[in-house]
């Protein structure tokens, strides 16, 4: 029966880390494309026909995407080290 419980925690673990990367990757893109528009005029999606507007609003919270990556970042790596598998006993 521990198996199962193992099985399930390392799921869960595996899906929660991996969903917090994947969110600190797609902030750390947005800020970086928001940073080179904001510097150079240019972006990554600008021959996507995006509205410049959008593009605006993201220059003007590119430092907030960064707070975000470093949230998402801090989650992966506590639930790397800090979930312990005692709170899966019980599945």
């Given at each position: ?9 390392n799921?869960f ?5 991996s ?5 600190a ?7 970086a ?7 150079s ?11 410049t ?6 220059e003007?919270?590119?430092?907030i ?17 800090l979930?312990p ?5 019980n599945?």
């Amino acid at each position: 029966m521990s198996i199962g419980i193992g099985k399930k925690f390392n799921s869960f673990k595996k899906h929660f880390v991996s969903a917090c990367v994947y969110f600190a990757g797609l902030s750390l893109l947005l800020s970086a494309d928001a940073f080179l528009f904001h510097h150079s005029g240019h972006s990554f999606f600008s021959g996507l026909d995006f509205p410049t507007q959008i593009l605006h609003l993201a220059e003007s919270v590119y430092l907030i995407n960064y707070f975000f990556a470093l949230i998402f970042l801090t989650l992966s790596a506590a639930g790397i080290i800090l979930i312990p598998e005692r709170y899966f006993k019980n599945l």
